[in-house]
């Protein structure tokens, strides 16, 4: 089984509407990541978190929110999505090791008509 | 490698060959560098790291060099395979929680 799951995998929505999209983890990490990505531009960081009480945002949280649930689980909301929120979104967890490598879920393609 | 605006640059190997993909950084201060690896429909990939204070690392058919006097790191993928071909990003780790990634460069690798 994989250690970071998202859901959904693809989606559709309208503009306005709000959108959830779930990670979980069975990776046992505190670090807890939500990135989104775009055609030829690097991951950008939406939100962090390092433990349930801790929620920090990254350098695009515009428009996003988040919630962490569980250590286990994070999710990032849409809630009036738009058109330039059309992109792919990574959750990925870390450890607080000197290489801060993260370890990414398999993304969720969004589309906002 | 860097890429401008939208343009993803790529890279196009014989199979058999060996790959080269490169990487500007920007923080003097970095202390971590990771090349990560993201094929169609996945998500990023760890790759190799290495430590600010060391200029080469190996793994199993790469290898990473680090030139800090330019703030250049380059990926050496030795006999590239099909299933190499793929998204590499360069992320530089700039602080105890932040990495900064590249816009990557794009591998195919020729039959």
């Known amino acids: 089984d994989a250690d970071v799951t998202q859901t959904p995998r693809n989606r559709i929505t309208k503009t306005g509407k709000r959108i959830m999209l779930e990670c979980s983890q069975t990776?046992?990490?505190?670090?807890m990541y939500w990135y989104r990505q775009d055609p030829g531009l690097g991951l950008r960081l939406i939100y962090y978190s390092f433990d349930v009480k801790d929620i920090n945002k990254g350098e695009i949280s515009d428009g996003y929110s988040v919630s962490r649930q569980a250590q286990a689980k994070f999710s990032l909301s849409l809630e009036s999505a738009i058109p330039n929120q059309t992109a792919l979104y990574f959750c990925?967890?870390?450890?607080?090791?000197?290489?801060?490598?993260?370890?990414f879920g398999p993304g969720t393609r969004l589309t906002v008509l | 490698g860097e890429s401008v605006g939208l343009h993803l640059p790529t890279l196009s190997v014989q199979e058999g060959d060996n790959s080269i993909i490169n990487c500007a950084y920007s923080n003097s201060a970095s202390d971590y560098f990771i090349w990560y690896k993201q094929e169609s429909g996945k998500g990023p990939q760890f790759i190799i790291d290495i430590r600010s204070n060391m200029d080469k690392r190996q793994g199993q058919r790469v290898t990473v060099l680090l030139n800090k006097t330019v703030k250049h790191l380059s990926l050496q993928i030795a006999a590239t395979q099909p299933g190499d071909s793929a998204v590499y990003f360069c992320?530089?780790?700039?602080?105890?929680?932040?990495?900064?990634f590249g816009s990557g460069t794009r591998l195919l690798v020729r039959p």
């Open positions: 990925a967890t870390g450890t607080s090791g000197r290489n801060n490598e993260q370890f």
């Open positions: 992320a530089e780790n700039m602080g105890s929680y932040k990495l900064i």
């Open positions: 990776k046992g990490h505190d670090r």
